[in-house]
């Protein structure tokens, strides 16, 4: 069994997980970061690009909105390859009750949020799409964000310090010494092997997982509520600033510009299960009833693709963060000395949002530093951090991109047609991820199979490209093509209407009856070739 010894162990591969571990890594710890599947797989990788400027929380949440807008000037600073400048703007319908308007000034002038009033005819001029009856607009500075990106970027900035990340590595148990958590065991998902790990520390940074974490480690809880929102892409990219409805936050009231598609969301219903991603029929129809509220043509667009993230929203005990709905808990975050429980040796950071990942791995960072008597200056805010080793995606920006292509000099054609992925590219991601990578770990690197056809024409050149880079047997090759297929075809289900189930039916048709992917059997059973 493989044995490593590091000063912290974290765990949880989202932004929270990733930021504590680079900035660990850059303070001079020896760390190591433990994910179960790949990084930006949870809740991180299932949000709605939204940088917040705090305005959503500037009346009833003032703590997260001031968070907000602080982390908000230093992501501009810090990582602006991830983050698309649009703007936003917080809009009031005829169905918005106008009296939110003066609270939500007082509230982002309480933030320090900037604001600008703009005329119903400015605001048009933005985003021609809204409906032209609108009341009231404000500028604010929202932004999109590509998390993805973002915890490439963390991951490779912590490697330049030393930080060694095991993903694909999910905690099976840990060790302790009387009170103390001395270490954890990980087992590798992808080979059955197994790791010890050995640490004089451990945060737990694993959202919505947290709870689980300390249900296995024994002796401390948390209580956390489980909150599904779902999002929804349009193939039309509807606008390009950020919209917001101007009232209290409720289901389906935002339209994000991400890449060449716009996602509306999302709904705040409380679940079981942090695994809990079951859309229903309901959730959908209401999204987009509430789209053509802000684009009365906004069923006109295909709906392209369903998917649900689950916000880990914690209950404190003392109830003051908590009320009877999931948007009213508070957006904020804590860190969880463990100790006061008769644990030691372990904290956990819980809440939060995807835009004050910095602040969290921050505070959590300084806390980890004075229980090991070492510490050291947070360099984070104002620390850039390098560009993914996959470079960067600006997919909105398609003339350009394939201008270059047509023009190449060594020209080998495309793979994904929908997002401009070469050969070359697919080729240089699979080498540097190793043979055991997933093609869906490859769609979160180069976009692959997130167009209109989501990955009808690629997935399966994708997988022919696979099998000669990394010499795989057939059966092994025919698993990856299967699973990606299917990941991708469980996001259309709640979909399938109209133009959407007309692209589903092709896709069936060129993986069930064509290539007859279905009637493979799995590997288990499959010859080696």
């Known amino acids: 069994m493989q044995s490593i010894t590091c000063d912290v162990l974290i765990i949880g591969g989202g932004a929270t997980g990733c930021g504590v571990f680079f900035d660990l890594a850059q303070r001079g710890f020896r760390v190591v970061l433990a994910e179960m599947n790949d990084i930006g797989t949870g809740t991180s990788g299932r949000y709605h690009g939204l940088l917040h400027s705090g305005g959503r929380y500037a009346v009833r949440d003032p703590e997260s909105a001031k968070e907000c807008a602080e982390e908000n000037v230093i992501l501009r600073k810090i990582a602006p390859h991830v983050i698309e400048d649009t703007g936003g703007m917080f809009v009031g319908f005829r169905q918005d009750p106008l009296d939110y308007v003066e609270p939500f000034k007082r509230g982002c002038a309480a933030a320090g949020i900037p604001i600008e009033d703009l005329k119903p005819a400015e605001a048009l001029k933005l985003a021609p799409a809204l409906d032209p009856t609108l009341v009231t607009a404000i500028r604010v500075p929202d932004g999109s964000l590509d998390s993805f990106d973002l915890v490439h970027s963390l991951v490779e ?35 059955g092997d197994q790791v010890r790990l050995h640490t004089s520390y451990i945060v737990n940074a694993s959202g919505p997982w947290a709870s689980l974490i300390a249900d296995m480690i024994g002796g401390i809880h948390i209580k956390m509520r489980h909150s599904k929102g779902i999002m929804i892409a349009m193939n039309v990219r509807w606008v390009h600033t950020i919209i917001n409805r101007l009232k209290p936050p409720s289901d389906g009231d935002i339209l994000v510009p991400v890449g060449t598609v716009c996602v509306i969301g999302t709904t705040s219903i409380t679940v079981p299960s942090p695994d809990d991603f079951e859309i229903t029929p309901a959730e959908v129809t209401q999204m987009l009833d509430e789209g ?238």
């Open 157 to 191: 900035g912590a490697a330049q310090f030393g930080g060694q990340a095991l993903i694909y590595h999910k905690v099976i148990g840990f060790e302790r010494t009387n009170d103390m958590v001395t270490g954890a065991l990980l087992e590798n998902r992808k080979t």
């Open 292 to 529: 053509e509220i802000m684009i009365p043509a906004f069923r006109q667009a295909r709906a392209l693709r369903t998917w649900a993230g689950v916000r880990p929203l914690y209950e404190s005990p003392k109830g003051d963060n908590l009320d009877s709905e999931g948007r009213d808990v508070k957006r904020t975050f804590a860190v969880l000395d463990h100790a006061e429980e008769g644990v030691g040796g372990i904290a956990s950071i819980v809440g939060g949002k995807l835009t004050t990942y910095r602040q969290m791995a921050e505070r959590i960072s300084d806390f980890v530093g004075g229980k090991l008597g070492r510490m050291r200056p947070c360099l984070t805010a104002t620390t850039v951090l390098p560009i993914p080793a996959h470079g960067l995606r600006r997919y909105h920006a398609l003339p350009k991109r394939q201008d270059e292509l047509e023009h190449a000099p060594n020209h080998r054609g495309l793979i994904c047609e929908c997002e401009i992925v070469t050969r070359p590219q697919l080729e240089d991601a699979i080498k540097k991820a190793g043979p055991t990578v997933k093609l869906d770990d490859l769609r979160r690197d180069l976009r692959l199979g997130m167009g209109p056809c989501q990955a009808g024409f690629c997935a399966y050149r994708a997988a022919g490209v696979l099998q000669e880079t990394c010499q795989l047997p057939t059966a092994t090759t025919i698993d990856a093509l299967r699973d990606f297929v299917q990941e991708r075809f469980r996001g259309n289900r709640p979909l399938l209407w109209g133009h959407q189930l007309r692209q589903a039916l092709l896709d069936e048709t060129i993986y069930r009856r064509s290539l007859g992917l279905a009637a493979v059997p799995e590997q288990a059973e499959a010859p080696q070739t």
